[in-house]
């Protein structure tokens, strides 16, 4: 009998942990990161939702107007190690949430004091840190997975479909 209750006790933790391996998940954990010339390190820790034939906009997120998570599952997080400025406006060293909007052409970059939630259902405007705008582009190529680049430059990259949406951190 103590055997049997070892066994079914063994076998529901192992199910249990399983369940947290975050890259079994449609939309897997990635991860950006780059130190840029100013010396500060920008990481960007997100999930990677894929299009799988769908209309960004329409069948997708984001959706026209409303804020995203800029990913999937947990919210996306931008962490920076020192003081920068993203588009030329002033942000603190510290962890964020990056969510957006999307209006047209014109994106909406929201750097959020809290980082730790899930998608954007707790999301704040008050909590905002800083907003900027930027125009988005059609990329080169398109991307199937959601994918965040970061330059030395300091130039970030949000690609997804056929949309690039570009901000500038120095």
């Given at each position: 009998m103590k055997q049997l209750l070892f066994s079914a006790v063994l076998l529901i933790s192992l199910v249990a942990c399983g369940q947290?391996?975050?890259?079994?998940?449609?939309?897997?954990?990635?991860?950006a990161t780059a130190t840029i010339e100013s010396g500060a390190a920008i990481t960007i820790d997100y999930s990677q939702p894929s299009v799988k034939g769908r209309t960004i906009g329409k069948d997708l997120e984001p959706m026209e107007g409303k804020v995203w998570r800029a990913g999937a599952n947990e919210a996306t997080?931008?962490?920076?190690?020192?003081?920068?400025?993203?588009?030329?406006?002033?942000?603190?060293?510290?962890?964020?949430?990056?969510?957006?909007?999307m209006n047209g052409d014109e994106w909406t970059i929201i750097f959020n004091k809290t980082w730790q939630q899930w998608g954007?259902?707790?999301?704040?405007e008050a909590d905002d840190a800083l907003r900027v705008k930027v125009k988005a582009k059609k990329a080169d190529s398109f991307s199937e997975k959601l994918t965040y680049k970061v330059e030395k430059d300091g130039d970030v990259n949000l690609l997804w479909g056929d949309k690039k949406v570009e901000f500038k951190v120095k």
């Open positions: 947290d391996d975050k890259s079994k998940r449609p939309s897997p954990p990635a991860k997080v931008f962490e920076v190690s020192k003081d920068v400025k993203v588009e030329d406006k002033a942000l603190p060293a510290g962890k964020y949430g990056l969510f957006t909007i954007s259902y707790n999301y704040k």
